[in-house]
């Protein structure tokens, strides 16, 4: 009767225990889930705050060289205004000469002491005589005008020789432009113009001389063509030369705003996106073509204005001892412009910078006058006529960008949803690919719900628990309790395996809903992605054609007293 008594007094107690070791139990698996979750924030936090310090390293970066650039340029300029600052002086007092003498408000006698002032203020400048020989030219001193003449050709032949032809040509004194002109032109080698040439293209195109004396000036530069057309592997430069002038004006624009999911999860992302960066070319350069022809040249009046316009490019341009300063500060000006990236301004720059060479080749200066018409100070006439003469190398070049663009055309956009990789070439194969997904998701999920299985430690627990357990046969009762502990444990492990796997599928489950609506987002990204393209894309034809379409002989501006043109051959 009494070891019954005790008996039952134990079974009470284990019983007890067993339940205190089950809530423990069940108590531990939760605070092992809340772990599990905490870390998956945790490490969502910390991707976030990459991402974060990603985008402050670089917005610092971009910033700090915005900063650089701005500190560099005013150091620039102020070099450039103490180096050269008084060669402003003598282009301002040409102009100031130009417009007294127009007037007639100014005595010579001013004119002399203000030109044989500056004559000594800035040695070596080619201007400052022959500012010297304009004004003794005016007050009709001859020995000091040859003289002053004398000294401004040995510092400068070419532009002291286009500057007095265009002061001829605003006198009204034919022959002596004619003179000048041709002495100027003679000087010139087609493979290496002076960077003023461009101010003859104006001239000649804007219809600014005579119609005797633009006509010269078109048969020489037809003359230059042909000559630089009879070299060995002319034809093959000038269509590179083109298609570097056309590449820089791919924009780099970023479509990711339209296009997130593609940006996200797409793995050639960046090649879509340079890929409708190329083929909005086709637009871009269609509407710098239109700009230039369908827009009014400056009218008769205002042509007439043209000679001091060019005096003025003439007198005010830098000279050449500038260039290299005035390069860098082009390239200072860039990298502000592009908000710091030192990458896309360096590369802007080393495309644009064969527009500030000092010497260029005839073709290479028809290039920079119809792309790069406001750094080289190019008139809408002479962008005309640029693209004019150089029509066929334009449409070669433009061509050959078209088919290079459509060549490297990917023919499907690379899909990667978490660790699932598939591609879509056309946007249509959502079933096939939904479908690859959530197999791709299902195995994982399987596999994932296989490995929640009782471990080896649960067998050891299981064998040294039923060992213990029988022990109380030898009246070990401490021992029995604690294999009775062990087999609970084991018998709760087990029940608590198949919540487990429904936590595991209902996880699996929520990640097959996302990833196949990012699927879907994606697939309908890229349809969109694909019409942008084709419509981008079909502006090629438009453009080509209205490239075609361009005749070098209309082309010339007329000047305004001559009735009618005729350009000859000769």
């Not at 809903?513 to 034809?541: I, N």
């Amino acid at each position: 009767m009494a070891e019954r008594i005790i008996h039952t007094a134990d079974l009470s107690a284990i019983r007890n225990n067993l339940r205190s070791l089950a809530e423990g139990i069940e108590d531990v698996g939760d605070r092992v889930n809340h772990v599990d979750d905490t870390i998956k924030i945790t490490r969502q936090e910390l991707s976030d705050l990459q991402a974060h310090f990603n985008q402050f390293i670089d917005t610092y970066t971009r910033a700090t060289q915005v900063s650089l650039a701005e500190t560099r340029l005013i150091k620039l300029r102020q070099e450039l205004a103490s180096k050269f600052g008084h060669y402003d002086d003598v282009r301002r007092a040409a102009v100031g000469l130009l417009q007294a003498t127009d007037i007639s408000v100014v005595h010579t006698a001013t004119m002399r002491d203000i030109t044989e002032e500056l004559m000594v203020l800035t040695p070596a400048y080619w201007l400052a005589p022959a500012l010297v020989a304009l004004a003794a030219w005016l007050r009709d001193d001859q020995p000091l005008a040859q003289r002053a003449l004398g000294e401004a050709l040995r510092r400068d032949d070419e532009k002291t020789s286009l500057f007095f032809a265009l002061i001829a040509r605003r006198a009204g004194r034919g022959t002596a432009c004619a003179t000048w002109l041709d002495r100027f032109l003679g000087q010139q080698d087609p493979m290496q113009l002076k960077r003023q040439t461009i101010v003859l293209i104006n001239a000649t195109a804007g219809g600014v001389f005579a119609p005797g004396v633009q006509q010269i000036c078109y048969q020489r530069l037809q003359a230059w063509i042909d000559e630089l057309s009879d070299r060995a592997g002319f034809v093959e430069e000038q269509r590179r030369q083109w298609r570097k002038a056309l590449e820089s004006k791919i924009p780099e624009e970023q479509h990711g705003t339209r296009y997130p999911h593609l940006e996200r999860l797409c793995t050639n992302w960046q090649v879509l996106n340079s890929q409708l960066n190329r083929a909005s070319l086709n637009t871009v350069f269609l509407d710098h073509m239109r700009d230039i022809f369908e827009s009014p040249l400056p009218s008769s009046a205002r042509l007439a204005d043209a000679v001091d316009d060019l005096l003025t490019h003439l007198t005010t341009d830098h000279d050449a001892a500038e260039l290299p300063m005035k390069m860098e500060e082009a390239r200072l000006e860039a990298i502000i412009a592009q908000d710091g990236r030192v990458d896309i301004a360096q590369k802007h720059h080393d495309l644009e910078r064969e527009s500030l060479v000092e010497e260029v080749s005839f073709t290479q200066l028809l290039t920079n006058a119809a792309m790069h018409a406001e750094r080289f100070g190019a008139s809408r006439a002479s962008q005309r006529l640029a693209f004019a003469l150089s029509r066929g190398w334009v449409h070669d070049a433009f061509s050959d960008l078209t088919i290079e663009t459509r060549r490297n055309q990917p023919d499907s956009a690379q899909l990667q949803i978490g660790n699932w990789n598939g591609q879509t070439h056309d946007g249509t194969e959502e079933k096939a690919l939904q479908s690859g997904l959530e197999q791709h998701i299902q195995s994982e999920c399987m596999a994932a719900v296989a490995q929640i299985r009782l471990g080896p430690k649960h067998v050891i627990c299981s064998i040294v628990g039923v060992l213990l357990l029988l022990t109380i046969f030898m009246g070990n009762f401490i021992f029995a309790l604690i294999g009775a502990a062990l087999l609970a444990w084991v018998f709760f492990e087990y029940r608590g395996l198949e919540k487990k796997r429904d936590m595991v599928r209902d996880s699996f489950d929520r990640r097959r809903q996302a990833e196949t609506a990012e699927l879907g987002g994606c697939l309908a990204e890229y349809v969109e992605w694909l019409r942008d393209f084709d419509a981008r894309d079909a502006v090629a034809t438009q453009t080509s054609a209205y490239i075609d379409a361009i005749a070098p002989d209309t082309h010339l501006a007329l000047r305004e007293e001559s009735s009618r043109r005729i350009l000859t051959n000769s």
